[in-house]
T-cell receptor
Framework: DGGITQSPKYLFRKEGQNVTLSCEQN?????MYWYRQDPGQGLRLIYY???????QKGDIAEGYSVSREKKESFPLTVTSAQKNPTAFYLC?????????????FGPGTRLTVT | DAKTTQPTSMDCAEGRAANLPCNHS???????VYWYRQIHSQGPQYIIH???NNETNEMASLIITEDRKSSTLILPHATLRDTAVYYC???????????????FGKGTHLIIQP
């Protein structure tokens, strides 16, 4: 099956620990994205990548880091510098970087930090 | 991207057409109207998009007013599985730097009543 996978679905961490969320796609898409969603709110863009080895900050990049070493993978690290890391994290991909194509979303990872 | 305004919530009876309005009075000539929906605790799903002509696909129809300042998403025969938050997004098709992310508001919570 083609699609976007995120794992795990639920993740629990202690405050002060870094944690990496995985995102893999086998759709051969060039562009990939990370969003954060808080309860009752819309999605906010954290980072995005148009091609391998390149990525840009989104609206709320502080406290997060990413890498794009392979086309199919775009992991997100939530660092201890992120003040409110508990949230629902969504990864998406898009066929090209033209901006016209729709985005395909993964099932999300719900991170809880205590 | 232009700002959009949507009602917070709407009800619709199962089997009837659900009409979801969106106001985007500041839309510019090169901006498309996109609709996504998000079923509880899942990733958003693309529905449809359009520029100025009405569009229809297997999921829905999109009606854009002649002045493009508003649009309506129509689900012709709503089912219980259509209960979700529906997001109307206005987006430039291409920017010089390539595709950045989508800007999600709070959307409309559509509840299909049995």
């Amino acid at each position: 099956d083609g699609g976007i996978t995120q794992s795990p679905k639920y993740l629990f961490r202690k405050e002060g620990q870094n944690v990496t969320l995985s995102c893999e796609q086998n759709l051969n898409h060039d562009a990939m994205y990370w969003y954060r969603q808080d309860p009752g709110q819309g999605l906010r863009l954290i980072y995005y990548s148009q091609i391998v080895n390149d990525f840009q900050k989104g609206d709320i990049a502080e406290g997060y880091s990413v890498s794009r070493e392979k086309k199919e993978s775009f992991p997100l690290t939530v660092t201890s510098a992120q003040k409110n890391p508990t949230a629902f994290y969504l990864c998406a991909s898009s066929p090209s970087s033209s901006g016209l194509n729709e985005q395909y979303f993964g099932p999300g990872t719900r991170l809880t930090v205590t | 991207d232009a700002k959009t305004t949507q009602p917070t919530s709407m009800d619709c009876a199962e089997g009837r057409a659900a009409n979801l309005p969106c106001n985007h009075s500041t839309i510019s000539g090169n901006e498309y109207v996109y609709w996504y929906r998000q079923i509880h605790s899942q990733g958003p799903q693309y529905i449809i998009h359009g520029l100025k002509n009405n569009e229809t696909n297997e999921m829905a129809s999109l009606i854009i007013t002649e002045d493009r300042k508003s649009s309506t998403l129509i689900l012709p025969h709503a089912t219980l599985r259509d209960t979700a938050v529906y997001y109307c997004i206005v987006r430039v098709a291409y920017r010089g730097g390539g595709a950045d992310g989508l800007t999600f508001g709070k959307g409309t919570h559509l509840i299909i009543q049995p």
